[in-house]
C-alpha cells in the first residue's frame, strides 16, 4: 500500500487537504495540469467529464460512475456530492464559471491570453 500511496500523491491524485489521512482527491496542480491540457474554449462541465473519463478514465461524477463501479456499490447521491463539490473548487480556483442557469463552465484561463 505505501508504493501505491506514493504514486497517488506523487501524480497528484491523492492529498491530505482537509485531512490528517491520505484520501483520493486531485491536487490544485493536477487539476489545473487538466484544465490546461484539455480546455481551449468553455466547455460545460458534463462534458469535461466526459472527457476526462474518455481519455483519462477518471470518475468524478454519477454518470461515469454509472458505468464504471459494480452496481451494488454504486450511490449515485455519493457522487452527484463529488460532482458538485469539483466544481466549486474549480470555480474557486478560476478555472470555471457558474452560469445564472445553474450550468458551469470550465474555462482555461491561459486560452484568453493567446
Known sequence: ???????ATRSGLASKRGTNR???APT????RAL???NVTSPIEESAFL???HGRYRIVIGPTEAK???LSYLFDETDFKKNRERFGQHLVGMGLAQRMSDACTYIVNPMESLA
Do not use: Q, S
Request: charged fraction near 30%.
Open 35 to 37: 484544465v490546461f491540457a
Open 1 to 7: 500500500a505505501d508504493g501505491i500511496t506514493g504514486l
Open 22 to 24: 491520505y484520501r483520493y
Open 28 to 31: 490544485d496542480e493536477l487539476l
Open 67 to 69: 458505468r464504471e463501479v
Open 50 to 52: 466526459r472527457h476526462l
